[in-house]
């Protein structure tokens, strides 16, 4: 059985290389320095024993309430007493107001180490996030110490029985005056798939409720955000009741809940009818935690595969039995697992430092959704290749690579499906203010030491944003344009890594990676340029009736 291991060394190359955090005013490289090992010191002691629990034992339903295991609850105490829960979190509520790409470090590792950890703790800073963005001055006094400090955590409230993707769909209902005390609103619906609905890490659990108010216009106009605590000021708990726990394919560790609410209390985050707008600045920080998860799932997918490849005898050379690590195909799967480990590292961390910059919204509209989409994708396939690497074994449940095979299955579905993902940016992203967006991206790929394989990929995606901008039959192609457009920007990301190898952790092994991307991974662009612009047609719906 192999355990995770924080890959501190790659994090840091990653992180100073590519994401250039210099770039923010208040850096300090000598933070960094002591923040990454103290950071990976606690994970590996206290969350990676975690992974295997999660999954073997899982949240229960009890009585109405969730129950963790012990061993999780007892080391989420350790995680807050740490002050983990408030890295990024502003100082006059109690944070430590670093940069959030200290915070994509700290997701990193976490995620490498229990996603189903990992998952339930980020909704947390999405929800500091939101009620910073979109909470009143009094709000914010009053809810955000608690998140930051970790005495509360979050969830998020979006999904309905007939309300999936389709948010206009939402038919939980607040009304204003109907609380005992006539004050805030009372919130009636339910709610399915949320993650951390409820759990015993904390008492309190604030609900981020997406729902309408009686005279609302209909669809996405008419939806409001709504802070929703399970436990009201005066101790006594919100009418909010989780009647189900799914049983999933994987993510044991994340209570994942059907939510009842009863004329639960709560109170307005920001204007009635923008609770859309509102609930994007958490969506958006979900998704690209969903990159980082991830990542992290293959970084440990690589360090058991690759552990696993370099004690594993099969086949012969002059030289005697040989260890599979001498075969090329067995390379080329290892290559591509690192690969892309590193690749949606370094895209993610770029994107952070950016946005702490203040990159312009619609280019983050671009790279959001694509960091999301590309690196979940990635790790969908690279995962069923560190299965292969282990052959026979890797379908034991004793070497650990089926685990992450079931729990990274999820993460091109939730926090926005990729194909909703990827429609939103051939639909909106690049068309929005005459292209100003794609032009932008153009500049971000086309800057820096640029192989003829990596230009031949952005001409590529030239041509196949200027079919997509006037198109209106988008739909057989979005899928092709959103692999484009990540590719392209992964593209970009290895080129900068391989300018730096000489700092690398392992330059012999970054550079063949980056041969490899080059070489393997990059024509495929003209694979997809091919297609998007020679699509076949949407079919009548009725070729596909039961």
């Known amino acids: 059985m192999i355990d995770y291991t924080a890959s501190e060394a790659d994090i840091a190359f990653v992180l100073k290389h590519i994401g250039r955090p210099e770039r923010l005013g208040d850096w300090s490289d000598d933070l960094a320095e002591d923040l990454i090992p103290a950071l990976a010191k606690f994970i590996n002691a206290e969350i990676a024993p975690l992974d295997l629990i999660g999954d073997e034992v899982g949240a229960k339903l009890e009585n109405g309430r969730v129950r963790m295991p012990p061993e999780m609850v007892t080391a989420y105490k350790r995680y807050t007493e740490a002050g983990w829960p408030g890295l990024c979190s502003p100082e006059e509520f109690g944070g430590m107001n670093l940069p959030h790409v200290f915070g994509a470090v700290l997701a990193d590792m976490l995620a490498g180490a229990c996603i189903s950890y990992e998952m339930v703790l980020s909704l947390a800073q999405g929800c500091i996030r939101t009620i910073k963005a979109s909470g009143s001055d009094d709000q914010k006094a009053r809810l955000l110490p608690q998140l930051v400090s970790g005495e509360w955590m979050a969830s998020m409230c979006l ?21 005992p005390d006539g004050d805030g609103y009372a919130i009636s619906g339910a709610k399915i798939f ?28 008419g939806l409001s955000l709504f802070a929703c605590p399970a436990v009201l000021p005066d101790g006594t708990r919100n009418t909010v009741q989780t009647v189900r726990l799914e049983e ?3 993510m044991h560790g994340s209570p994942t809940c059907q939510m009842a609410f009863d004329g639960a209390r709560g109170e307005l985050l920001g204007e009635e009818g923008k609770g859309l707008a509102a609930m994007f600045t958490m969506m958006n920080a979900e998704r690209l935690d969903v990159s980082l998860q991830a990542v992290g799932q293959m970084d440990v997918a690589f360090q058991r595969a690759r ?31 690192y690969a892309h480990a590193m690749g949606c590292r370094a895209m993610v961390y770029k994107t952070f430092v950016d946005m702490d910059l203040g990159a312009d919204q619609g280019l ?20 069923s290749l560190a299965v292969q690497v282990h ?10 690579v089926e685990q992450i095979m079931r729990d990274a299955r999820i993460m091109a579905i939730y926090e926005g499906t990729n194909g909703v993902l990827a429609t939103g940016v051939a639909r909106r992203a690049i068309r929005a203010k005459d292209g100003a967006a794609a032009t932008a991206f153009d500049d971000l790929v ?29 739909g057989p192609s979005v899928n092709d344009y959103m692999r484009l457009t990540g590719l392209v920007y992964f593209g970009r990301v290895w080129a900068d890594m391989e300018a730096a190898a000489d700092q690398a952790p392992e330059p012999a092994l970054l550079r063949a990676a980056a041969a490899h991307v080059r070489s393997r991974l990059l024509p495929e662009a003209a694979l997809l340029r091919r297609r998007i612009l020679n699509p076949e047609p949407t079919h009548d719906a009725a070729l596909f009736a039961a």
């Open 248 to 250: 999933k394919m994987g």
């Open 391 to 400: 052959g026979g074994y890797g379908f034991c449940k004793e070497y650990r």
């Open 364 to 383: 983050l509209d671009i790279l959001t959704p694509t960091c999301k989409a590309f690196a979940t994708d990635a790790v969908n396939a690279t995962s």
């Open 446 to 474: 086309s800057t820096g030491e640029t192989s003829m394989e990596l230009a031949d990929a952005i001409e590529d995606w030239r041509q196949a944003t200027a079919a997509m901008q006037t198109r209106g039959d988008i």
């Open 194 to 221: 949320i993650s951390g609905g409820d759990h015993d890490y904390t008492d309190n659990v604030i609900h981020l409720v997406l729902a309408r108010t009686p005279d609302a216009a209909p669809g996405v106009r």
């Open 307 to 337: 552990a696993h490849a370099a004690g594993r005898r099969q086949g012969t050379t002059s030289e005697g039995t040989a260890l599979i690590t001498q075969h090329g195909d067995v390379q080329r799967m290892l290559l591509d697992i």
């Open 159 to 179: 999904t309905e029985p007939d309300a999936g993707s389709d948010l206009g769909r939402i038919k939980t209902l607040a009304v204003t005056g109907a609380t």
